[in-house]
Structures are given as C-alpha cells and as structure tokens.
C-alpha cells in the first residue's frame, strides 16, 4: 500500500499536468453526480415537517370526459372536498388522512408593529398536524370544531409571528389578513421551502367549499406502517369504479391516473390530465449519470495512457523479474483507484459545499431559497452514490490501459520501445 502512495506522488511531482487534471477531472465529474443526486434526494427523503414521507401518499386531482369521448368534454382540475373525501375518507391501512391545500397563496398581513408584508397562506384541516410533524412552539392547533365553523384562528410559523408582533408568542393576539382579523392559536417552528406540502407561514382552518366535482384542495393519507401502497391504490381505484357509476347519468366516466401518488410520484407530476411516468423520469437521471461517468472516465483513460508510457521500463523490469499480467492489471488499477478516490472525496465535498451555500439550486417556484440541513444532503445514499461512481469510473478509464501495459513484451518494454 505504502509502495502504491509512493508511486502516485513520484507521478503528481513528475507529471503534474497530467496528475492534477486526473485529479481535478475525476472531482468534476463526481461533484456533477452529487449535484444531480442532492437536488433529487431532498425531492424524496423524510425530514421534518415530512419525516413520514416513505409513508405518505397524496390524492391531488379529478380527471373525467365524456363516454362517447366526443367533443371538449374532458375536464380535470382539483378535487373538491366532496370527492377528495369520497375517493379517499375511511381506507382501510390509512392512518391518519387530511385534506389541506396543496399549494399556498400570498395575502397582505398586518400585526401590531404596523408593518405589512406578504406572507404564504396554507389551508388545512386538524387532521393536518398529525401528519406532518410541525414543531408547536407556543399554544395549540386549530380543532375539527373549530374547522367545521369556520373559525378565524390562524397558527404563524416563529417568523411570521415575529414579523407581526415582534416576539415568538403572540397567542391570543390579532392581526390583519386580507383586512380580516385573525387570532393566534398557535406558533410553529420554521420550516424549509422543500418541504413543499407541509410548508406554510400562516395556516388556517380549511373553508367548506361545494364544487361539484372541482375545488383547490388534496388529500394527504398517513398509510399505517406495514401496509403496501398497491392495497390503498387498489380501495381507490374501486372507488372511481363507483364513481363511474355514478356519473353514467350524465354520459360521463373517470379517467383513474393510479392515484394516490408517493412522494416519488409526485415529483414526476406534469397536469391533471396525465399519469406522471416514474420509469422515464428514473431513466432520464440514469442517462444523465452515464454521461457523466462516461465522458471524463474517456478522458482520464486518456491521462492514464500518457501516464504510463513514462513507466514502460519499470513494467518491463516488473515483467522480467516474473510478475504475471495479472499482477501488472491489479497494481495499475489500484493506483488509479486511490487517484480516483482523492479525486472523488474533493468532488463529494465541494458538492456538498455547493449544496449548502448556492441557495439557487433549491429555490422554490415562488422565488423563496432555503438552505437545506446538512443531514438532508450528506448521509449513505449520497456517499455511497459518490464511492459507486468513483469505481465505475476508476474501471471505465483504467482497465484499457492496464491491460495494454500488462500486455508489453518485457524486453521491448525495457528498451522502452
């Protein structure tokens, strides 16, 4: 091992060009990877106010056209309440299931410091807070009863609340939204942005809405450990056979695009209309990752080919004293390796540096950036996907070379010719 650091530190000090942009090339190419891994991963993995995420499934929209499939009647949009709870309320395998707005709105508030600014609005039930993990600061949640009447109580994120009244505990306040008056039950801890359908800076009780089929609201279903997402799936789809039956009266039937959906799913999601396809979203990652491997790795085999030739005595010698060819292939190899892994531990942190400082690779569709934990970006996933690479792309641009330089005749190889 010793002899292989030696060797690799004779190479950088006696072909440092040739050294540093096999380093440097290898670092690229992982800290693209990371980058690509990071922006995925935060998409996906459980942190709070998602911890539940591996959970989670999310009923979100209502697609239906005519029997005949004739003219311009095909229509989808967002549920209403009601057929968000036909399609979704009492499955069996759920645990807790809420209706909430799926996205936010911005209103104009105003507290007792007199200032007014915008803040993001979320609506929700009380089954809401049992599903997404919101750290309570100070007071409580809104109730159900509370929700049913329609009550004008509101829980602010510690921020909001401190923009409104300068201080984290407000409760039994009042500020203006919309020049309503809204009272403070409750006061949460900051969330991030990423964190896309629990994030909110004010939450108010969901307001009864009867749209027929349409409405702005989805539902988010807590399915109990244990139990497969094809056995909820399978409750809803029967469901919209119901539904089918249902609207045969109005020469209309459901198009079922294998709602529920998980968190993957969702981030596949292009319209109402459409089943999102997660096979060809992984695929498009999977190619990207491939040209990223294979492009440098072409390169550096190219590096090593240059690196070499200025060896071809020493393998000669290597040779001629019996060392087998196998031998040769392992060594250079390695070699490359340990050049490969420096290379890849540099682009592994300097992607974590960029995902922690370079707030633009998380900004939200509002134009709102929050810096993701440390633990969002760096656990096994991302270093196993860091060392994965660093292997494959060691084999891709080592192998060739290696096998050539084994194949040397051991006296050509000493004369160098």
């Not at 060009?17 to 096999?22: D, E, F, K, L, M």
């Not at 309503?180 to 990423?194: C, D, E, R, Y």
């Not at 040209?291 to 690196?307: E, G, K, Q, Y």
């Not at 010698?317 to 420096?342: H, K, P, Q, W, Y």
Request: overall charge negative.
């Amino acid at each position: 091992m010793n002899s292989k650091f030696a060797q690799i530190v004779y190479d950088m000090r006696h072909q440092p060009v040739i050294g540093w942009v096999t380093v440097i090339g290898t670092a690229l190419s992982i800290f693209l990877i990371i980058t690509v891994v990071m922006m995925q991963q935060v998409q996906v993995m459980p942190f709070a106010p998602e911890s539940n995420r591996d959970r989670m499934l999310y009923g979100i929209y209502f697609h239906k056209k005519s029997i005949e499939n004739t003219g311009n009647n095909d229509s989808s949009g967002g549920l209403s309440q009601k057929r968000a709870e036909q399609l979704y309320n009492d499955l069996d395998g759920v645990e807790h299931m809420s209706l909430f707005w799926p996205y936010t709105f911005a209103e104009d508030v105003e507290g007792t410091l007199g200032e007014t600014f915008m803040t993001k609005v979320r609506y929700a039930d009380a089954e809401f807070w049992k599903i997404f993990d919101h750290k309570l600061l100070h007071g409580r949640f809104f109730t159900e009863d509370e929700v049913k009447s329609g009550s004008d109580v509101a829980v602010l994120s510690e921020g909001t609340a401190r923009r409104l009244f300068g201080t984290d505990n407000p409760v039994g306040q009042t500020y203006q939204q919309a020049h309503q008056p809204f009272m403070v039950i409750g006061v949460v801890a900051n969330s991030s942005v990423l964190a896309s359908h629990a994030y909110g800076e004010a939450f108010l009780p969901l307001p009864t809405e009867d749209y027929g089929d349409w409405g702005n609201v989805a539902a988010a279903i807590l399915v109990e450990k244990g139990v497969d997402f094809g056995h909820i799936r399978d409750q809803v789809r029967r469901r919209y056979a119901e539904i089918d039956t249902e609207l045969a009266a109005e020469n209309f039937k459901t198009v079922y695009h294998e709602a529920p959906f998980d968190q993957e799913t969702m981030t596949c999601l292009q319209g109402s209309n459409n089943t999102p396809n997660v096979a060809d979203s992984r695929q498009m990652r999977y190619i990207i990752y491939v040209i990223l491997l294979l492009v440098p790795a072409i390169n550096l085999s190219s590096m090593l080919h240059s690196r070499l030739r200025r060896r071809v005595s020493e393998i000669g010698i290597r040779r001629a004293f019996g060392c087998t060819r196998s031998r040769i292939i392992i060594d250079i190899i390695a070699e490359n390796f340990m050049v490969t892994l420096i290379g890849g531990m540099l682009g592994l942190a300097l992607g974590v540096l960029f995902g922690l400082f370079y707030d633009g690779l998380y900004t939200a569709p509002d134009g709102i950036a929050t810096r993701p934990a440390l633990s969002m970006l760096l656990n096994t996933g991302s270093i196993a996907a860091a060392l994965a690479a660093c292997f494959i792309l060691n084999i891709i641009s080592a192998a060739v070379p290696a096998w050539q330089a084994s194949r040397l005749r051991p006296v050509e190889a000493i004369n160098n010719k």
